[in-house]
């Protein structure tokens, strides 16, 4: 029977004489259902009405029995995925719906502000990078890729239905699928080799209250009822709970396998929530999974862009950032990717940064790894673990230094600043260590730093990279947000009792290296420091105890060395924080 769309209900209907099936506009031909799994299909009828409903791929029969309010849904058991088609038939006594052109294969549901609701043919003035040749291409995808918008639908109650039916990928209209989304796909169908579907269920300017239910917002204390609201948030994107009641209840049966989330950028705007955003996500992701009894369902964040908004040295957007990182690291489900390094200076004031398809694609990595154990891809960018100050530096650790293949660049790091005691900061010099997992940071203006902060404004040059392309998380090691106020360390205490002549050999049997070191240290008059090393001079710089020797050449690699003199009047040189050559004095 064919099915006609009557978009002023926002329903599918199947007429015929009798009562009525009427299904969600989501419910429609082309769509896409999550593989091996239980997937929710629903719809209304007659109060009481039974309906059966028969699906292609194993010819069962589902029975369901329209509730009071004549609201029915039944659960597929879906088979593995694939590129052939499918129909599900749903009936009554008199009536009947088919569903065409269903494919099986992994579901996503894309929410958040703007940037995720971005479609490939862009905003006004807001270009997709590249988006000419993707739509040009985009008959490879179509049989692979298939794309619902649900429509911006204010709501100060929850809607039993909204508008969005699936769309095949073609020339005609991928133009108006959402960027991000897009770009996710083609990785997953490509590694995953089935269809996938994107639900892009986003609005422009919404803030995560936007997404949360009216008890979770009266928690908050927020107002709930339509008059308040309107008189204190003026622009309906600002709204609490609209989007959660127009948009996320009437499809929260659509079953998924996760959550793509692109937002936070009107938080930033709101100082209590802005510092409170990670505790406001995890509300809406553990509210989202209840109430899609999909109780471990990823969610996986894309950090805020680079935003100079007229105040590119304020630090609004990298304190939310942070918020998001903590969400992450306090929910074992929740990711969070980073496009810090993406840096685009003519994009100073652009909200809407142009490179979407480099966000699709680091948020398809990290789920390939994390939600698809597909190896070769790394679970998160490079991670800041921990730190110790070294007299005027400060050496910083990396937790997944390994993992994601050591530093991409070990020169000209940019977006590091460290600041002393007066807590004024100063773009730093980072010293990268070719063999080690840390980089020392220090400046000469600060003889006794006490912290560093790396991707710590607004919109600044970044260029801290894991060596398998992904930008560096940011990070700090201060508290100053919550209070503390760190203390230069002044007890450096008297030089050491360099001066003099100290052998001794470097010898690596796993390598056959067997090399003899000589180190001749002098103090001249003027209270600085010579230094040979192997008969070639070097820059020394001592601090207390410490003799930290620049440019030392071993086996070939240029490299710092350490030089700490023992109690027992012995010395030993560190080299790479890690390996100690014990050294005597002539």
Not at 35 to 49: S, V
Not at 572 to 585: A, E, F, G, H, Q
């Amino acid at each position: 029977m064919k099915k006609r769309l009557l978009a002023s209900f926002m329903f599918l209907w199947a007429m015929n004489a009798g009562a009525e099936i009427r299904l969600p506009a989501q419910m429609s031909d082309n769509m896409v259902l999550q593989q091996q799994t239980k997937a929710n299909l629903w719809g209304w009828a007659e109060a009481g009405e039974s309906l059966s409903v028969t699906t292609s791929w194993d010819n069962t029969k589902y029975n369901a029995t329209a509730d009071a309010s004549g609201r029915w849904v039944v659960t597929l058991h879906t088979p593995k995925g694939s590129f052939e088609e499918q129909s599900i038939t749903i009936s009554t006594g008199q009536q009947k719906v088919n569903l065409d052109h269903v494919l099986i294969g992994e579901v996503w549901l894309c929410s958040g502000q703007s940037n995720m609701e971005m479609t490939v043919n862009g905003f006004m003035n807001c270009a997709v990078e590249g988006s000419a040749q993707d739509i040009a291409e985009a008959i490879d995808w179509k049989g692979r890729i298939r794309y619902l918008t649900v429509p911006r639908t204010t709501a100060f109650a929850p809607l039993d239905s909204v508008a969005g039916t699936w769309q095949e990928c073609m020339p005609s209209t991928v133009g108006g699928f959402g960027a991000v989304g897009y770009y996710f796909a083609q990785n997953l169908t490509r590694n995953l080799q089935v269809p996938v579907g994107i639900i892009n269920n986003a609005w422009g300017g919404s803030t995560v209250e936007g997404w949360l239910p009216k008890e979770i917002i009266a928690e908050l204390g927020y107002p709930t009822d339509e008059e308040t609201i309107r008189q204190k948030f003026g622009m309906e994107m600002l709204f609490p709970m609209i989007m959660y009641n127009g948009q996320f209840w009437p499809i929260r049966d659509y079953t998924v396998k996760g959550v793509l989330w692109y937002q936070g950028c009107s938080n930033t705007n709101f100082a209590d929530t802005r510092m409170d955003y990670a505790n406001r996500l995890l509300k809406m992701v553990n509210h989202w999974r209840k109430v899609k009894r999909q109780p471990d369902m990823p969610v996986y964040q894309m950090m805020l862009a680079q935003y100079g908004n007229g105040k590119p040295k304020e630090i609004e957007f990298p304190i939310l950032r942070e918020q998001q990182m903590r969400a992450a690291e306090a929910d074992s489900l929740v990711y969070c990717g980073t496009i810090l390094d993406v840096f685009v200076p003519h994009e100073i004031n652009q909200i809407h940064p142009s490179n979407k398809r480099i966000v699709g694609r680091r948020l398809s990595y990290m789920a390939l790894a994390n939600t698809y154990k597909i190896k070769g891809f790394a679970k998160e960018p490079l991670k800041y673990s921990g730190y110790e100050i070294d007299d005027d530096e400060i050496i910083l650790s990396f937790s997944n230094f390994n993992e994601v293949g050591g530093l991409g660049r070990i020169y000209d790091i940019k977006g590091v600043e460290i600041c002393g005691a007066d807590l004024v900061w100063h773009e730093a010099d980072v010293k990268t260590d070719p063999y080690g997992n840390t980089i020392k940071v220090s400046s000469p203006e600060v003889e006794s730093p006490v912290a560093v902060r790396y991707g710590w404004r607004n919109f600044m040059e970044c260029t801290l990279v894991g060596a398998n392309g992904l930008g560096g998380y940011p990070f700090r090691t201060d508290r100053l947000l919550e209070g503390e106020i760190p203390a230069a360390n002044e007890e450096i205490g008297p030089e050491g009792p360099f001066e003099g002549v100290w052998t001794g050999r470097l010898t690596v049997e796993r390598s056959n290296l067997d090399l003899p070191i000589r180190i001749t240290m002098k103090k001249m008059s003027d209270g600085s420091w010579t230094c040979v090393f192997n008969d070639e001079p070097k820059v020394v710089k001592v601090r207390g105890q410490k003799a930290k020797i620049a440019d030392l050449i071993i086996n070939g690699h240029s490299m710092e060395g350490t030089l700490r003199i023992h109690e027992a009047g012995n010395a030993v040189l560190n080299l790479l924080n890690r390996l100690d050559i014990p050294l005597t004095k002539e």
